[in-house]
């Protein structure tokens, strides 16, 4: 960084909801996205494509952390 440079902003805000899922059948990590009518989290595995949707609801859970079976 230049000296007197502004150092770069990092976007926190308007940021898409995700949850930090494990794929258990290949073990790996992405993030999968709230879809467009905000009912669900969908995404897959980028290995096997194995599907996952995760409904939005009352009485859910604060974690944004999962790990499939």
Do not use: D, H, W
Request: charged fraction near 25%.
């Amino acid at each position: 960084m230049a000296l007197g440079a502004e150092p770069r902003k990092v976007k926190t805000t308007n940021s898409k909801p995700f949850l930090g899922i494990v794929f258990s059948c290949c073990n790996v990590y992405v993030r999968i996205y709230m879809n467009r009518s905000q009912t669900a989290y969908e995404g897959a595995c980028p290995r096997c494509y194995r599907r996952l949707r995760v409904p939005v609801g009352p009485g859910g859970t604060s974690r944004r952390f999962f790990r499939t079976r």
